[in-house]
């Protein structure tokens, strides 16, 4: 993962399928996203499974709240580039290190957000079905 770049400008990034997008500014400064959004930094891979590598990396350094002490601003946090590189950086070493913990713990969390997902899918089901049933308890009463 030597060749990993990191950049602020679409115009200086490579392929679109070996990228992924951090956002930079806000509370949730950090998150790796699929999709880029306004404030965004780009992290390109050389291939995809360092990109999905580096994507779990990045996932690890947001979710463990590793870059709320870099945060700067005081109207809008925001994360400097240097800083996110530095922290990408320490973990590819750590990864490297670590490999078949990283890899089974990267195993782990996707399965946690699999079932993360159909849990709030069964929610939003549950949700439905109460809405329904007091339509039908109500109903009879405006008669």
């Given at each position: 993962?030597?060749?990993t770049t990191i950049n602020t400008d679409k115009s200086k990034s490579g392929s679109d399928s070996l990228q992924f997008y951090i956002l930079s500014k806000g509370?949730?400064?950090g998150k790796p996203m699929k999709e880029p959004s306004e404030?965004?930094?780009i992290v390109t891979g050389k291939n995809s499974q360092d990109k999905g590598k580096l994507y779990w990396i990045c996932y690890s350094l947001w979710k463990s709240g590793t870059y709320v002490p870099l945060l700067r601003g005081s109207v809008i946090p925001f994360l400097r580039l240097s800083d996110v590189a530095s922290?990408?950086?320490k973990?590819?070493?750590f990864a490297d290190n670590h490999e078949s913990e990283f890899?089974?713990?990267v195993i782990k969390l996707q399965e946690?957000?699999?079932t993360e997902?159909?849990?709030?899918?069964?929610l939003r089901l549950i949700d439905g079905i109460k809405s329904s049933l007091t339509r039908k308890i109500m109903l009879p009463a405006r008669r």
């Open positions: 993962m030597k060749n509370f949730n400064a404030n965004c930094f922290e990408i950086s973990g590819i070493e890899d089974a713990t946690l957000i699999r997902k159909l849990l709030s899918l069964q």
